[in-house]
């Protein structure tokens, strides 16, 4: 599928099971579709997280700071800041 909300949507179905090795293709496509879609790229951050894949928590970190300073979402950019907190 090429609709952001549904890429979207299912990687977060497949992420709240808790496969998140299986969520990040559909998280990763819904960036590539929709690259200014800022919340993906926090769900994308927590998959990678989850799988234990720091490199790519922080890659995507930095691909998805500037769509979130964008969108003005003071919550996404927190939550992006927690994230490198962490790491």
């Keep these: 599928p090429h609709d952001t909300m549904l890429l979207f949507g299912l990687g977060n179905e497949l992420f709240s099971l808790g496969q998140y090795t299986e969520a990040i293709p559909y998280f990763e ?14 769900y994308l951050a927590r998959a990678y997280e989850e799988s234990n894949q720091p490199d790519m928590v ?30």
């Excluded at 496509?29 to 926090?42: I, K, L, N, Q």
């Excluded at 979130?68 to 979402?73: E, K, N, V, Y």
């Design 29 to 42: 496509e819904a960036v590539r579709v929709d690259p200014e879609y800022a919340a993906v790229y926090v």
């Design 58 to 87: 922080r890659q995507t970190l930095e691909r998805g700071w500037g769509p979130a300073i964008r969108s003005g979402d003071q919550n996404l950019i927190a939550e992006i800041e927690d994230i490198r907190e962490r790491l």
